[in-house]
């Protein structure tokens, strides 16, 4: 297992203020031809702009970025952002994936749009490639090519129950072209009485020969929203994942203990570059990589 080890990480982005409610985080990233390119959502507190933004942002050694687009919830006509997904395809071609908030409403939507280079995306030509529907609010996707065909673990979320809307489930689908998708059901739910049972979002997939590596944010309450951490889970299936520990295995030493979505890299040296949100002392969270 390849684990985030608090104290160890080197930050990249700082939130955008002191205190709970102020992060910098949910990253993707892709290094290619010697730079990374990382996409990342702002936020402050409910009420004072929430995700408001996503930055997208290009460095050479994967540690000192330079921001060169910013994204806000105002371009993507959304109450607010989450979670990013950005993805180089076979061809050359960039696609950033993103979480927005169905304004007035629990629900969540993927758009995307896509350009030669991350610099160049203009998202005022995307499309919607995850609606949803009235009963589940569909985001963060984490998209993989492998064997000819991508791939998706995105975050489902019930919209029946206003009182149960913050728990998730993880399913996944396929697709040829990684616009139009086909669903085979869940991959990973939480497992009841367990410190992942009110939810379970898939934040990186690893494949290893014919098993899946899947590391995953976790809650046991609703009260933990906003501070999950991080666990595993494995299998030979993409649709059935099962967790490894009745335990998180990466978390942050302070306030809640929040440690999540994680994001891996994989390098030309075969090292790897992992990316996570993590809580700091005041309660903001800040966004960390570290080499491995």
């Given at each position: 297992?390849?684990?985030?080890?608090?104290?160890?990480?080197v930050?990249v982005?700082e939130?955008?203020g002191?205190g709970?409610?102020?992060?910098?985080g949910a990253p993707?990233?892709?290094?290619?031809?010697?730079?990374?390119?990382?996409?990342?959502?702002?936020?402050?507190p409910?009420?004072?702009g929430?995700?408001?933004?996503?930055?997208?942002?290009?460095?050479?050694d994967?540690e000192?970025?330079?921001?060169?687009?910013?994204i806000?919830k105002?371009?993507?006509?959304?109450?607010s952002l989450?979670?990013?997904g950005?993805?180089?395809?076979p061809e050359?071609r960039w696609?950033?994936?993103?979480s927005?908030?169905?304004?007035?409403?629990?629900?969540?939507?993927?758009?995307?749009t896509e350009?030669?280079?991350p610099?160049?995306?203009d998202?005022r030509?995307?499309?919607?490639?995850?609606?949803?529907?009235?009963?589940t609010?569909?985001?963060?996707p984490?998209?993989?090519?492998?064997?000819?065909q991508?791939?998706?673990?995105?975050?489902?979320?019930?919209?029946?129950d206003?009182?149960?809307?913050?728990?998730?489930?993880?399913?996944y689908a396929?697709?040829?072209?990684g616009?139009?998708?086909?669903?085979h059901g869940?991959?990973?739910?939480?497992?009841?009485?367990?410190w992942?049972?009110?939810g379970t979002?898939?934040?990186?997939?690893h494949?290893?020969?014919?098993?899946?590596?899947?590391?995953y944010d976790?809650?046991?309450?609703?009260?933990?929203?906003?501070e999950?951490?991080?666990?595993v889970?494995?299998?030979?299936?993409p649709?059935?994942?099962i967790?490894?520990?009745?335990?998180?295995?990466?978390?942050?030493p302070?306030r809640?203990?929040?440690?999540?979505?994680?994001?891996?890299?994989?390098?030309?040296?075969?090292r790897?570059?992992?990316?996570?949100e993590m809580?700091?002392?005041d309660?903001?969270?800040?966004?960390f990589t570290?080499?491995?």
């Open positions: 297992m390849l684990l985030p080890m608090p104290g160890q990480g930050v982005a939130p955008p002191t709970p409610g102020y992060w910098s993707s990233a892709v290094a290619v031809d010697g730079e990374f390119f990382l996409a990342y959502r702002l936020r402050r409910i009420g004072q929430r995700g408001y933004a996503i930055a997208v942002a290009r460095s050479a994967g000192r970025f330079e921001t060169v687009l910013t806000s105002e371009d993507m006509a959304t109450e989450e979670r990013p950005l993805v180089r395809t050359g696609r950033l994936y993103l927005c908030a169905t304004t007035g409403t629990k629900h969540w939507r993927v758009e995307v350009a030669d280079h610099t160049l995306f998202v030509d995307r499309e919607t490639v995850l609606p949803g529907d009235a009963k609010g569909v985001k963060d984490v998209i993989v090519h492998h064997g000819g991508w791939h998706l673990w995105a975050s489902c979320h019930p919209l029946e206003p009182l149960q809307t913050d728990q998730m489930t993880t399913e396929t697709s040829a072209d616009l139009t998708w086909t669903w869940t991959a990973l739910s939480g497992t009841p009485g367990q992942d049972s009110r979002r898939v934040s990186a997939v494949f290893d020969g014919d098993t899946v590596i899947a590391y976790g809650r046991a309450t609703a009260a933990e929203n906003y999950e951490r991080t666990g889970a494995t299998g030979t299936d649709a059935a994942l967790p490894v520990s009745r335990e998180p295995v990466a978390f942050s302070y809640g203990g929040g440690l999540r979505y994680m994001h891996i890299v994989p390098l030309h040296d075969g790897k570059r992992i990316y996570y809580t700091r002392q309660g903001s969270h800040a966004l570290e080499l491995r």
